[in-house]
């Protein structure tokens, strides 16, 4: 690269790492706020909120990297016109083509690193959101039962605990309404949590079972220690579910289980991630050249016009549209997953048609 490659280069780089880090922040906040009631009610501290949303991260930054690049192009090549670098360049004999080199190049780097993400970090990145949040609400340690509060444990139970230490749960209140008909509260003075691979038990000692008995008396059933399953077969809940596209391994995707039901229903799903896995990074490249070749085409005007600015913002958003029109259509229709590609190929047969068009391309 030669130096006024380096100097659009270095412009193009500072100005998508702040519009990158402006959307993540903005995107963090709105994650939190979703977040932020489980983690209250939970008790959980920081360090698991921040994996939350470091796992989240990856899945959107392939979709966010093709709105970057193209703000940042129409910032970088804006200003210098404004700033009449352009005409500069321009008068000097640097064809379009020649302006249009450092984009290539910024834009086949984010290319590139948009790839690792849609093919390996998302992918993996989704699993390890989904059950770090499955373990979340599931895993009823003795962490995550509060003092003094009524902790409700998915449908059946519903806890209450006056103090948890290192030596256990103390003063143990339970509502099991596993049996409808016939509602049980367990009272105990001591208590401990046990955590196995596929179940979670609480180990109750010296206390009381209360329960109505047929004829619809009280009866009171007393115990020195008393063994709670709350949570079975945990391992076939998470491990053992039916995986989403967006989480599966690129193997997985072009080799689904053809003994699944859920699988065969969904293999046009499966054919659509492949190709939109390829297809996301792909927009990046052809979105900035076509955003690019737009400024360039146009006339250069000494008063800043608004409505250029408003046109090239609206092609941003056109394009993004036009994206997510695309994965939709390649998921719903049938042999249709290649439609992914549709925005790619239409900004790269747009961009020559701009760049021909030009006059200035055709005296150089």
Known sequence: MNLVDKYIFKQLS????????LIISVFCLGKSVQL???MVSRGLPALVFFKLIFNSLPQIIPTLLPVITGLSVFFVYTRM?????????QSSGHSNFALIKP????SLFLTFLSSFFTIHQAPLSNKNFKILLYTIKNDYSATLLQEGMFNTIGKDFTIFIKQNNKEGLHNIFIHDTRDVKRPTTLIAKKGNIINTDSSTKIFLRDGSQQFQSQNKKLSILYFDEYLLNIIQDKDNSIFTRWKSPSERT???LLNPDKNSLDDIKNSQAFK???????????????FSILILSFILTQKFDRVENVSRTIKILSLIVFL?????????VSIKFINMHFFNFFPSVFSLFLTIFLLFKSRKLVND
């Open 250 to 252: 690129m193997y997985e």
């Open 272 to 286: 659509a991630e492949v190709t939109l896995r390829f297809a996301m990074p792909l927009n990046i490249l052809f």
């Open 320 to 328: 993004q549209v036009l994206s997510i029109i695309s994965s939709n």
């Open 36 to 38: 932020i009631e489980l």
């Open 81 to 89: 016109q404004t700033d009449r670098e352009l005409v500069i360049l």
């Open 103 to 106: 984009v290539v190049i910024f």
């Open 14 to 21: 500072n100005n998508s790492f702040l519009i990158l880090v």
